[in-house]
């Protein structure tokens, strides 16, 4: 039996009401690279598995007893997957029709294996929202609206493309992320590992931003967000920087980092007048990390022994300026929910 160019996985949990159009995108594609299609549910309480196993009979189908998060449901995807490339597809986007032909032109082409990530527009309005993300020196992501520009920090892991075989090595998603930033950690990896992360300057896919997690962008002129999501997307970036950062920059930025993420909630709560953003975002930063210390040790161990770049190479995609100050001054303090 011959192998599938192509495993496109798509994580699912209660997405009856757009996972039909996702999957048809992959269908519909205008290529004739042999394609597999891999869904794992997540444990969903809708009616998701019943529509996916009427209407999409090719589809290989995982379906979860218990809700384990979108880590574990990508690894055991791709611990399956007989694919060359994955293409990791989030439940609530929709592909452009040209989307795989434009990525395996991409990468078959290339003279190295690469992360590569596609133009991610709003579903609703049909706006560019990103061509892959910047970074600052606190990893926060600084989408990247310049098509000349698409060598970039990362893409977005609700559209990734990469190599099975740098996936492998790797090692997939860190379990423990549970959500968030476990994309960031990906294309830092790959990144270290000599590996490009390219955002292409052409086809794309519409998303609906925020319907996963709730929260995570910008309506009305304002960031909105939730606990939850602020939550896991400062603790998994603190992991990140911790298991990524070369030494001697991990050593300027950390101690930094975590006195302005301080500050910065004690701000929040005062200004806000709400004690619920202390307690569910920021008091347990540190003791999640030290919870976890052993796995993020594991982690900077292999990651740190397989880098192959240099510290201002790695440095060449981040930009000098602190994206939440910015952000603060273009759209006031963000609404949580």
Request: net charge positive.
């Amino acid at each position: 039996m011959t192998h599938p160019v192509i495993s496109v996985c798509i994580a699912n949990f209660n997405g009856e009401d757009f996972i039909c159009e996702c999957i048809d995108s992959v269908l519909n594609q205008d290529t004739k690279l042999d394609i597999e299609i891999i869904v794992h549910d997540d444990a969903s309480t809708d009616n998701s598995i019943t529509l996916i196993r009427s209407k999409y009979p090719q589809v290989k189908l995982i379906e979860s007893k218990t809700n384990s998060g979108f880590c574990k449901s990508n690894n055991k995807m791709a611990n399956i997957a007989r694919g060359e490339y994955l293409l990791l597809l989030n439940n609530d986007a929709q592909l452009f029709p040209d989307a795989l032909r434009a990525l395996h032109d991409y990468a078959s082409n290339a003279n190295t294996n690469s992360v590569i990530g596609l133009p991610q527009y709003d579903y609703d309005n049909k706006q560019l929202l990103d061509i892959g993300y910047k970074l600052d020196f606190f990893l926060n992501p600084i989408p990247n609206k310049d098509f000349h520009k698409i060598n970039v920090a990362m893409v977005i892991g609700a559209c990734l493309w990469i190599p099975n075989a740098v996936w492998q090595q790797i090692g997939g998603f860190p379990e423990w992320f549970g959500s968030l930033a476990e994309d960031m950690y990906i294309c830092i990896s790959a990144r270290l590992m000599g590996y490009p992360v390219i955002a292409l300057d052409h086809s794309g896919f519409n998303h609906h931003v925020g319907k996963s997690l709730g929260g995570g962008k910008v309506k009305s002129n304002q960031l909105q967000t939730t606990y939850s999501r602020r939550k896991l997307s400062e603790r998994n970036k603190s992991f990140v920087m911790i298991i990524c950062y070369p030494g001697l920059l991990l050593l300027i930025i950390a101690p930094l980092h975590f006195l302005l993420l301080y500050l910065e909630g004690i701000a929040l709560t005062i200004i806000k007048r709400d004690s619920n953003i202390w307690r569910s975002i920021y008091k347990g930063l540190l003791t999640s990390i030290w919870s976890h210390k052993n796995e993020i040790n594991t982690l900077r161990k292999k990651t740190q022994a397989t880098r192959k770049i240099s510290t201002i190479r790695f440095l060449s995609v981040f930009v000098w300026y602190h994206y939440k100050i910015k952000m603060l001054f273009k759209h006031g303090l963000p609404i949580l929910k």
